[in-house]
């Protein structure tokens, strides 16, 4: 088995969450991290997330906080659920196969923690129904996310660097409907599963048993321990200068222009 760190948070403001992930994908990126890193953690509040490229505009205007991904995808409202991060340096020999396979080997980790506790999930063999800038991630699978009675259970995107990758994901355990309705409209929600559906356990249980099969499932023998200083360092700057301005979570990301992303002002 390899050695992996575990890290175990507490439920976060989405700017914090959002910096920590990226810190940790930075810091992975130019070698400042030994092991591949696998956090478990949730969000204090209610928050939408938003896909990298994804107009946020339409999302405004809820009373709901805002915040950019790194990664790509569409919008998550982030709310009853536990969110996973794996970070890993992009030579693994586990995830050779690119996007799609660090899709299937992450999605049959979470598949069998959910099968431990009698919820029979599987793969969607799909690709993403391209849809309006409004559509929630929970609206349609891409290949090898987790879905329940043909719903998605598990929402998950990616991003990648020269050296590191990082893909993390929303395990609903419940879903306010009524919100997520005024928010992506009335459909998403029948597309919706959650563990709660299906399940009486809590999220703290079901955590334990996600690292394990996590543990199984990609040979990992984790140690439990925090960010490194370089990474601290890297959370509380992007934490303050990205996540938590407005130009950042609230603007559209259009392309890179000169290795850095160019904001344009987002037109309601």
């Not at 998403?188 to 499932?217: P, Q, Y």
């Amino acid at each position: 088995m390899g050695k992996w760190r575990l890290i175990q948070d507490p439920d976060l403001r989405g700017a914090d969450n959002m910096a920590k992930d990226e810190a940790i994908l930075r810091a992975s990126d130019f070698g400042a991290v030994e092991f591949s890193t696998l956090r478990i953690y949730g969000w204090r509040y209610p928050t939408i997330s938003v896909g990298y490229i994804q107009n946020p505009s339409q999302l405004l205007d809820f009373g709901i906080p805002v915040v950019r991904r790194i990664t790509g995808g569409r919008a998550v409202l982030h709310d009853q659920e536990l969110t996973y991060s794996i970070t890993v340096n992009s030579e693994s020999p586990l995830f050779s196969e690119g996007i799609t396979g660090a899709y299937s080997i992450i999605s049959r980790c979470i598949i069998n923690a959910l099968g431990e506790i009698g919820v029979e999930a599987s793969f969607s063999r799909g690709t993403r129904i391209i849809g309006k800038e409004k559509d929630a991630c929970f609206h349609a699978p891409s290949r090898y996310e987790v879905l329940v009675n043909g719903r998605k259970l598990v929402g998950s995107s990616q991003r990648r660097f020269k050296n590191a990758f990082l893909q993390h994901g929303s395990i609903l355990f419940g879903v306010n409907g009524d919100l997520n309705a005024r928010v992506f409209g009335g459909d998403v929600v029948h597309r919706m599963a959650w563990v709660g559906e299906f399940s009486t356990i809590d999220r703290d249980a079901f955590r334990s048993i996600l690292i394990n099969k996590m543990a199984e499932g990609l040979g990992a023998d984790f140690m439990e321990e925090g960010l490194n200083e370089t990474e601290e360092a890297l959370k509380d700057d992007l934490a303050s200068s990205k996540y938590s301005k407005p130009e950042w979570n609230h603007s559209c990301v259009r392309r890179y222009k000169d290795g850095q992303p160019f904001i344009s002002a987002s037109r309601k």
